[in-house]
């Protein structure tokens, strides 16, 4: 696909108008949450849905937009906004475990985290918005396409392998220069981050709580914006996909908020999810001639994140990590099993024009046959050997 369908030239009043309706949302936001108080579930809730809701609606608008604009591609970049916007809220619900562990650490009031993340998300805005600009420009070199594609590899590889996350804001460059430019009281003063004592301005903890989650966001932001360009290559698609993610992050938080360590099985979905964004990037957009089909591409993230989420419902956290490790090892040797009759019926030639896969010059049927025995090993390997 071209990679200049809405260029920022010429569609700069798009940008403009949808900043400015994000802008108006958001202070609608800080008007209802003025008041600091307790989000409660079903409050969060009613407001992840709303954000849902709107994506979904921004989807359909901007199918019909792109079909007025640019025809027959319409329905190509429209799937690509909700493989995006799919990426990246799964993606952020990996920054929810981080956030509840800052403000655990801190000892952060449940009533003004809210007003925390509220002013973080003003701020992931901003910097979303420069990653975005210059992955736009990097993008367009092939090499920096293949180097994002390897380090969203490893980074899928680490996130699966990793331990507990821990967090040491003592050890953030930020916090140590903050702590430095003003002084930080020892007890929060509501909901400030700025107090005046003595004549004297100082910073309260819950500025050093925000600079932690504006510097984690930021570190998370180099995962998930190209993990967003594998998905397409329109900055449009990536800028608002983004945005509407990060919208609806706060108040995921507080619905799953006490739930979080329920999910232990979403790390796995989400280290798979970015490595097979990686591997786009590095192969599989050029064996497909330029562009994976983007219906699989939505369909495999879609089934990786409802997959872990159901492996951690079905399987409880509460067994042995012995146990859990059997049951996730013979899982996954399952699906490979799984996977190893379709790839040889894909060999066979069959399904392949329904999947699109009909269209890709050079697709050879010794490769599926190759996949399918390898699938075939590796699940009888997992399932073998997996502890008693």
Request: with cysteine; hydrophobic share 55%; aromatic share 14%.
């Amino acid at each position: 696909m071209d990679a200049n369908l809405f260029p920022a030239a010429e569609y700069w009043w798009f940008y403009l108008a949808f900043t400015a309706v994000i802008g108006t949302l958001l202070a609608l936001d800080l008007a209802v949450n003025r008041k600091a108080h307790v989000i409660s579930v079903r409050e969060a809730g009613l407001w992840t849905a709303g954000w849902i809701s709107l994506a979904l609606l921004f989807s359909v608008g901007f199918y019909w937009f792109a079909a007025a604009r640019v025809g027959g591609a319409a329905r190509q970049v429209t799937l690509e906004f909700l493989a995006g916007y799919l990426v990246e809220e799964s993606l952020s619900i990996d920054n929810m475990f981080v956030f509840a562990l800052i403000f655990r650490y801190f000892g952060v009031p449940a009533r003004y985290q809210h007003r925390v993340l509220f002013f973080g998300v003003l701020g992931a805005i901003v910097f979303r918005g420069i990653f975005i600009a210059a992955g736009a420009v990097l993008i367009r070199f092939h090499w920096v396409v293949i180097v994002f594609g390897v380090f969203r590899i490893f980074t899928g590889l680490r996130m699966a392998l990793e331990k507990e996350k821990a967090i040491s804001p003592n050890a953030n460059p930020v916090i140590r220069l903050a702590r430095r430019l003003l002084p930080v009281t020892s007890d929060f003063h509501g909901s400030s981050f700025l107090v005046r004592l003595n004549g004297m301005l100082h910073f309260t903890p819950l500025m050093i709580v925000l600079l932690v989650v504006e510097t984690t966001d930021i570190l998370f932001a180099v995962d998930s914006v190209p993990a967003v360009f594998a998905i397409t290559k329109e900055p449009l698609v990536v800028f608002t996909s983004n945005i509407f993610a990060i919208l609806g992050l706060r108040s995921i938080y507080f619905l799953l908020a006490g739930a979080m360590d329920r999910f232990y099985a979403l790390k796995y979905g989400l280290s798979f999810i970015l490595i097979f964004v990686g591997l786009k990037m590095v192969w599989l957009d050029d064996l497909a001639g330029g562009r994976f089909p983007i219906g699989i591409s939505l369909a495999v993230i879609a089934a990786a994140i409802g997959v872990s989420i159901a492996v951690s419902l079905l399987f409880p956290k509460g067994g042995s990590s012995r146990q859990r490790h059997a049951i996730m090892q013979r899982l996954v040797g399952g699906v490979c099993l799984a996977l190893c009759p379709i790839a040889l019926l894909l060999g066979a030639g069959v399904g392949r024009d329904r999947l699109g896969l009909g269209e890709i010059a050079g697709l050879r049927d010794e490769w599926f046959y190759f996949s399918g025995a390898c699938y075939a090993l590796c699940g009888w390997l997992l399932v073998r050997k997996a502890p008693r």
